[in-house]
Nanobody, 124 residues
Framework: QVQLVESGGGLVQVGGSLRLSCAAC????????MGWFRQAPGKEREFVAA????????FYADSAKGRFTISRDNTKSTVYLQMNSLKPEDTAAYYCAASRSLVALNSSVGYDYWGQGTQVTVSS
């Protein structure tokens, strides 16, 4: 089992940047693929980005391509989401998640463990 704790959210102006972090507790971080999802009020949780166990391969939602970068540091048991050129529609609670498999990494059903979330608010 792994526990996930997100940090780095906050209030930022349009066009600004934020870097989210997700620290994992457990000695098996490198055995999980990791993903970021977000959920805005009144909307379903949606996929943002994912990274495989080694960090070599990444996946992005169309809304994140070119603006967001997911990365991981297995020595620190941490996954990151660098978000640039933020827009008001990026406002949401952001969640990291861990997957024991490589199946359906762009869907919440592919993940086994979830963090509590960190709020990102982009003001115009």
């Amino acid at each position: 089992q792994v526990q996930l704790v997100e940090s780095g959210g906050g209030l930022v102006q349009v066009g600004g940047s934020l870097r989210l972090s997700c620290a994992a507790c457990g000695r098996t971080f490198g055995s999980y693929a990791m993903g970021w999802f977000r959920q805005a009020p009144g909307k379903e949780r949606e996929f943002v980005a994912a990274v495989t166990r080694s960090g070599v391969t990444t996946f992005y939602a169309d809304s994140a391509k070119g603006r967001f970068t997911i990365s991981r540091d297995n020595t620190k048991s941490t996954v990151y989401l660098q978000m640039n050129s933020l827009k008001p529609e990026d406002t949401a609670a952001y969640y990291c998640a861990a997957s024991r498999s490589l199946v359906a990494l762009n869907s919440s059903v592919g993940y086994d463990y979830w963090g509590q979330g960190t709020q990102v608010t982009v003001s115009s």
